[in-house]
């Protein structure tokens, strides 16, 4: 998506430490215009596919894929990084390493709101490593949901995550893919 590549080019910073922080549209503040439109482009993506349901995690992914889900006209679920008072009854559980982080969190999904009948799409705002990514398709799979595929806005090529779950066979569309980041320049993907 040529727009967001411009986008990332104008506003992103990448800070030490391989992070691409884009708090200035996606990831703090949100430009709801430019969030709408990847949700259209994504939504567009999978059209023929009969996607009942979005899944995504919080806390970041959660802006992207209501964009997507409210495009497509479906319901977006998200797995919560910890029980809290209002999460109860039967779960689905994942627990998911973060490199960037370096802890582990357990993803938390109530049975009630994913079921055998569901064709889910998950989406994220960022594939680096892919583990969350992998760690939705397994809460997908304890509720025998079918995957779809998945769709993230930013890609970080070179952290091999995206390319791992296309080795699979999972269909995978970013909007944009770095494969090279440092301050001085960004490279996408042709
Ligand atoms: P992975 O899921 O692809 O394996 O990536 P990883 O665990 O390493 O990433 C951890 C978190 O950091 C994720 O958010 C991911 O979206 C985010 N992230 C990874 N690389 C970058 C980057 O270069 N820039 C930005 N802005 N974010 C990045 P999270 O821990 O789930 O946090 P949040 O969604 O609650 O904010």
Redesign the pocket.
Known sequence: MKSLEEKILREGVVLDG?????GSFL?QQIDTDFLFSMGEEIANYYKEDKITKVLT?????IAVAVAVAHCIGVPVVFAKKSMTINVHGELYSAKVH????GNDNQFIVPKDYLSSSDKVLIV??????????EGLIDIAGQAGCEVVGCAVAIE?GY?G?GDKLRSKGIRVHSLAIIDKMSPAEIKFRK
């Open positions: 391989d992070v691409l922080k884009v990831n995690v919080e806390a970041s992914g973060s490199y960037t982080h994220d705002d960022f594939l680096a490593n892919g583990k969350a990514f970080k952290q995550g």
